[in-house]
């Protein structure tokens, strides 16, 4: 941490923030440039820091520039070869497969999911996605059919050798969805739901948490340092599009978080372009520069019949255009040194 | 609803839109403009808007623009003479008076919070804030004292003759909670953590909900929904500061959401700029800016040793500070019709 | 300024970046923490500071974080005392007295303009406002009447004791503008207009510059640091509103950066509460904020028929509406040590 | 247009907007639902369309829904087919070929901006970058040389078989500019200067124009809009970058701009990942996700030595980084049915 001084700070005031840094267990460093003083923070003084940082509303103090990541077990540093993910029947998330994840916004009915999950495995996906718990704005929406949902959509998958992600939305649900499901996914409202987090940490099944809509880098990576700090390594992050000026796409899908979460983290990183943009016809485009940024997956929304759908029709891919969107993005994958099944 | 159909789309493109809107129950309403056709959907059919929603990436469809608001119980036309919430000991938030409450960013120590209940009580403030549970973005940074915490703080909170509101992040916590409290906070994190929402719904508490720092009015007014339609009227909504791409301070105090709500919404309506700048200088002014937009209630975060403080420290006001700022808020109150015991 | 070493940056990254500093003309300076080095740039060696910049993305570097401030004319240090600006018949901005201007987005006749004029001389504002030159987004909107728009608006403000303040969009046409008007505005959309700001430079007359809608305050005083350069130290800064994911305003306005500009700089700072939130109902509560929040000046859109106003009509006040307003300022004022004349 | 009433809206309010919508010349066309009236603005009436918007605050109004988009000539229902720019020596924007500019961010000298020219022409690029006047956030940063950079640059192009591209700052530019470059750059900051865009209006010249950092693409469009409607069709838009809450990056490059822009306008879309990131190790990946959604151009920063360049240093690729990101975006255009030669 740097403890940058205004320019026109008293001795007095520079006096008083080197004392309080050494009553927090750390050393001070001074450094006298002309125009003003920058107060190194040296050292380590667990739980103290924050105590520190108090000093940024101080007299005399005019900012305070944090030097060490907030986020450790997450770090590139931590496993610079990069994470690589087994989902189980042999599909692995973070090598040189680019794995893709296609399905419905929410589980409907049983003909509906098996509908899907036949026709997305045919055309190579390896997951089948798809909500039984649907976090809604509005009370008034389809909230998912629950068990029943996940029910069906575990027998859809067995059926067509896929696997399941869907969304958790609380910690009561965990005991529930790890029956059904091989990658439990965490939606980016609940991005900073910490005690959901915490409780995932404990559980000894793959991860998939989304980016919120607000969330930077830094956060992201401090939320999956949550899970990691619990013991369960199986993680994996996923970019779906943050909230800017623009209102034309639901989300502007940040295509550069794919390259940095890679520099930042050794941890997988996937895409979901159906969320990241809300309009079918951007999907494709979307997904083709996800992998051509170099996304580890891709979660894709996919409908037999998306006019009808019960939520996120709009977004929702034909079968048809799912099957060539494969087809150009098995063209893409080499030049980025991968390949897709 | 309107379907606003391409300047382009062709006839059987519209006859597709009127056929599907009939079938999900609604009417369909053709307007012929110069430029292109539009068409209003009229009718009810529970449940299936988000069918006719997921029209808008068929072809021929340009775009759909909804005209009824998603929240109702928290419009303004359910109680155009606005809400008044009774917290107890003859507090209203709603009416004439505008309420203080103040307090550390998180109880510390018995001895800390009874110091600040003291002074914040003497200059005026009718409630005593502070966290026992603190959602923090990295899991290594100080998390609360739990229940140990909420009973110094009601014990502080009865010595000086105050109400205590303090924040819930998981219904695992309600019960415990309304043992302690008089006001439920809902932190901006939580928002839309709609589980959490649920089952405050159930509560005969009040509730004070925050917006997130990513959230349009429609969407907070959306989350209110949530608790409203449990059955919980006694609900209090706050402005604490949104993200913006201004990084000077933690975040931009959105002043505006003040009389925004107030038109929107009967609910009253709260400022916190403590959050809303993280900035201690910034704090009295965007307070005094608060109250003479019209807002009903304030948090104001107040720290005997803000340099010592565990959390938050930069953006707490000292006790002197803090009185001196109620001064110049009595001083503006009657600008807009208020006061300020 | 700092450049931070990654975690793992190896000695001869490390040398490479010593080396091509000294190469540069300043002096590095080591700091070994246990995490990672930080090596500081200090000395002067103009215009070579964006060579040492280009060492970003130079390999073993993690990040270069300023210190000095880009701004020196514009900063705080430069005049402690605050800056306190003559626009002439003894109208100052920057002292104890809040200056109101006030009028109509666009200059739209003699009649009306004359009209709006007296009205708003009449409830207390000091200075008339009115576009004669109007930035429209669009090519078809109205674009102002020239120089005919500013003779009638001189008139106006002779007649009732008013100074004028006008938009200028384009270098050559300060010479025009300079003839009939008290103060030069440089709008939103111009505030990186370099070319215009270096020409404004030369002006002996007041400017009053608006921040940009995704301005930063360092921008906004890079920007001011251009007009300052040049000679001209009439120079007002505005707020009118950012830009944010909201759209339910047509911006935020920015309430702190009142109290934000006022510490980092010495320049007055006025509030355009019209123009930063787009809706008439918003304006008397935005106007209250800004001069609780310590408002050097304020710009308010005032229209004797704002329903068939040819701009903005949406968030001008009527006369009435401004008189009661300016009473409601009178009573805020002295909260904040002010008064309104 | 729509203008939405409130649910509350009385009868007088009602008739008031009809009346006001007759006298702009306009037709109503009322649609009673069951909780709102809405009421359709049909017909003609140039320049009255701002009058009707003044409606927005009329007392009983909610909102005003625009129904027609606020640009023509530049929107894809007058050119379905899109446009090809012809930019000489058979060098077209639009087709199949996907054009590749690069070079400095600034023309520093001869020698540089030769060895620069030699380098990308190899690899493959048909248009050679650079800047000679430069818009600088600060004045005390290189403002470039002027004409003698686009003398030197110029001449480098001609040696190399290259076009020229260079941003043109103020309309008193223009005519010098016109006799070195063969396209003419709007930079981000300049999209809304509309005097500089209705003077290229008249040029004969093709121009690029780029989004502003805050800029809707309805907003882009309006600008390019400017330029059409002045008589140039010579127009080619460009995505750099907008700013969002996320500060890791200097912008974050909106993607999805490019199938956005080719679904509303006819114009062709350019993709600058140099700007749209600012760090080298952004750019390759951004480049090709641009092409894998279907640009028609790029912009690409590259200096033979970047840790010495006078500005932008950290965003240029070295030269053997540019040659292998065209081999890469030569295997990725296939899959979007395009070619780079």
Do not use: W
């Not at 907030?70 to 090598?95: D, H, N, Q, W, Y």
């Not at 992201?220 to 599009?241: F, K, M, P, Q």
């Amino acid at each position: 941490m740097l403890i940058k001084m205004a320019a026109n700070a008293t001795k007095g005031q520079i006096e008083h923030v080197v004392e309080r840094i050494r009553e927090c267990g750390f050393q001070p460093h001074l450094s006298e440039g002309e125009e003003r003083t920058v107060i190194g923070v040296v050292g380590k003084s667990d739980g103290r820091r924050s105590e520190v940082e108090a000093l940024r509303a101080a007299p005399g103090v005019d900012e305070i520039i944090p030097i060490a990541n907030p986020f450790k077990l997450a770090s590139r540093t931590m496993r610079p070869e990069g994470s690589i993910i087994e989902l189980g029947k042999g599909v692995t998330i973070g090598g040189t497969q680019v794995v893709v994840g296609a399905g419905p916004c929410a589980v409907e009915s049983a003909p509906q999911i098996e509908e899907v999950a036949g026709r997305v495995a045919a055309a190579g996906a390896k997951l089948l996605r798809g909500g039984a718990f649907k976090p809604r704005s509005s009370p008034y929406s389809f909230q998912g059919l629950g068990e029943a949902g996940l029910k069906m959509m575990r027998a859809a998958a067995d059926n067509h050798g896929l696997l399941v992600v869907s969304e958790v939305m609380d910690p009561s649900q965990i005991e529930l969805m790890v029956r059904y499901v091989d990658v439990l996914q965490v939606g980016a409202r609940n991005m900073q739901n910490f005690n959901l987090l915490r409780e995932l940490g404990k559980v000894r099944k793959p991860v998939l948490l989304k980016r919120g809509i607000a969330a930077t880098f830094e956060e992201l990576l401090c939320s999956a340092e949550y899970v990691l700090a619990g013991g369960n390594y199986e993680l994996i992050l996923c970019e779906r599009g943050i909230r800017t000026f623009e209102t034309y796409t639901r989300n502007t899908m940040d295509i550069s978080a794919i390259p940095i979460i890679h520099k930042l983290s050794h941890l997988p990183m996937t895409a979901d372009p159906s969320h990241g943009t809300g309009r079918r016809d951007k999907v494709a485009p979307m997904a083709r520069a996800s992998v051509a940024a170099g996304a580890d997956a891709m979660l894709i929304e996919v409908h037999h019949q998306p006019d009808k759908a019960l939520s996120d029709g709009a977004q929702s891919l034909y079968p048809e255009q799912f099957a060539k969107l494969m087809d150009e993005l098995r063209m893409i994958a080499p030049a980025v040194g991968r390949e897709i099944a």
